[in-house]
């Protein structure tokens, strides 16, 4: 059974104008209709920008030329200066003009470079290609303005003027029927499951309590921090290292270890009962003059 939007657009009788226009404004209609503007827009500034930098880049070539023939004479001159006796200058002439003939040239480059883009080289970064220009046009309906490129011819300018005065109102009128679909959803999700209001409720609560502690959390760790500081300014509280006091611990009042055998290992309980018999006899021995057997 057809829809009734397609009822609608083939209604018998119906103005072909009308049935256009309500494909076209649909949700669909609008959304291919804001590609098929960025995308002819990009081509047209295609056409009419292109031309003009294929011609600067031209021009940049044979400024490019110029300035390595002016390189070139300039090396043919010097020498001449130092070698040929027509000049016979002196060492202050010689500086003199070689400073001025630099200088000459340096104000040539620059001026090369400002007016004609020159770099030391003939390559040339194309503006005005597919993808540079999609982005153009598309900076031009969102009202961004990226500024990578920009038209330079008259015709360029004047038709950006009108393409602006078209696709901005497009693309809003694009994003004010996205804008009421998402909404229209919204509504439907929050009126029909009561389960995603509780959740909604619950999820913003924790969410809003969890913020609020936390900054809570910041703000009295600051205010503690500013109160510390403000008292050891005037002098109410120390820093809390004037009380303390160093205690040394002298080799004669070290703690007390489990003695170890020869070999560094701590002795067990049964050696150790072993090891104070045999110093028990050795002190008896020792009080009754008796001197132990060296082992």
Known sequence: MPSKKYEVYVQKGRPWYKIISG???????????????GVIGAMIFIEIERP??????????????????????????????????????????????VHGDLTTLKNFVI?????????????????????????????????????????????????????????IPLLLVFMKDIGDLMADGVRWMYSVYGIFKLAFTVIYCIFGI????LALNLMQEQVLEKVRWIASEIGMSSNGNDNEEVVKITKGERLKQTPVDMTGNELDFNEKRHKIAEMEQQADGLALGIVPEEP
């Open 23 to 37: 494909i076209l404004f649909s949700h669909l209609g609008l959304f291919v209709l804001c590609i098929l503007y």
């Open 52 to 97: 003009a930098e294929v011609s600067r880049h031209e021009l940049k070539i044979s400024k490019t030329k110029e300035v390595v023939t002016a390189v070139n004479y300039l090396k043919k001159i010097f020498w001449q200066y130092a070698n040929n006796e027509k000049y016979n200058f002196s060492r202050t002439d010689f500086r003199e003009q």
């Open 210 to 213: 969890m913020l609020i502690s």
């Open 111 to 167: 001026s090369y470079v400002n007016d004609y883009g020159y770099d030391g080289t003939e390559e040339w970064n194309y503006d005005w290609v597919f993808s540079k220009s999609l982005l153009f046009t598309i900076t031009i309906m969102t009202t961004i303005g990226y500024g990578h490129i920009s038209p330079k011819t008259f015709g360029g300018k004047l038709f950006c003027i009108g393409y602006a005065l078209v696709g």
